[in-house]
T-cell receptor
Framework: AQSVTQLDSHVSVSEGTPVLLRCNYSSSYSPSLFWYVQHPNKGLQLLLKYTSAATLVKGINGFEAEFKKSETSFHLTKPSAHMSDAAEYFCVVTRYNQGGKLIFGQGTELSVKP | DSGVTQTPKHLITATGQRVTLRCSPRSGDLSVYWYQQSLDQGLQFLIQYYNGEERAKGNILERFSAQQFPDLHSELNLSSLELGDSALYFC??????????????????FGPGTRLTVL
């Protein structure tokens, strides 16, 4: 079975300060992991994906995520928040090389204060 | 723009009615997935089609059905609608079935969604 837990439902940061969105996963199989972002009234955009080539994954718009197998975590970070980063972020797990559904976390709403 | 299109963008209807949501996958993608996003359930997988065949089923109600046509577009049919069916419905597509050398990580690309409001 697979599941994903996003540890914070809401995170608020000031513009220019670091962002940390936390995600823990559970998987009986080799996992594929993703972060998606959803801006208000928009669709889901892929931020980054874990490909097993490196534990530190770089994504779009300056976001990164680090895969830690021992901690079953895949936290999302950004060194300096921008107002345009305000959105809902979803951590996603699926089975590597097995196809099928994506399993979404409950989402973390990121607010960025000026 | 992911290349996945969905129509209509918004749909307002009454309880008991039936609606059809349409999705066109990215060019070359054979797999189509449907997801439902609601406030209480979050984002949940409904059903997957691969090259016209049903491949996987999730938490899809019996009142809901889907199909994928020879041109690979897909339709999600929702009938006997209830207030609780109000949600954002996303379609996603992927290369292959989300496995094999083409797409071992099961990367899926999402459309903009259809917002269904049942009054």
């Amino acid at each position: 079975a697979q599941s994903v837990t996003q540890l914070d439902s809401h995170v608020s940061v000031s513009e220019g300060t670091p962002v940390l969105l936390r995600c823990n996963y559970s998987s009986s199989y080799s996992p594929s992991l993703f972060w998606y972002v959803q801006h208000p009234n928009k669709g889901l955009q892929l931020l980054l994906k874990y490909t097993s080539a490196a534990t530190l994954v770089k994504g779009i718009n300056g976001f990164e995520a680090e895969f830690k197998k021992s901690e079953t975590s895949f936290h999302l970070t950004k060194p300096s928040a921008h107002m345009s980063d305000a959105a809902e972020y979803f951590c996603v797990v699926t089975r590597y090389n097995q196809g099928g559904k994506l399993i979404f976390g409950q989402g973390t709403e990121l607010s960025v204060k000026p | 723009d992911s290349g996945v299109t969905q129509t209509p963008k918004h749909l307002i209807t009454a309880t008991g009615q039936r609606v059809t949501l349409r999705c066109s996958p990215r060019s070359g993608d054979l797999s189509v997935y449907w997801y439902q996003q609601s406030l209480d359930q979050g984002l949940q997988f409904l059903i997957q089609y691969y090259n016209g065949e049903e491949r996987a089923k999730g938490n899809i109600l019996e009142r809901f059905s889907a199909q994928q046509f020879p041109d690979l577009h897909s339709e999600l049919n929702l009938s006997s609608l209830e207030l609780g069916d109000s949600a954002l419905y996303f379609c996603a597509s992927s290369v292959g079935g989300g496995l094999g050398v083409q797409n071992p990580y099961n990367e899926q690309f999402f459309g903009p969604g259809t917002r269904l409001t049942v009054l």
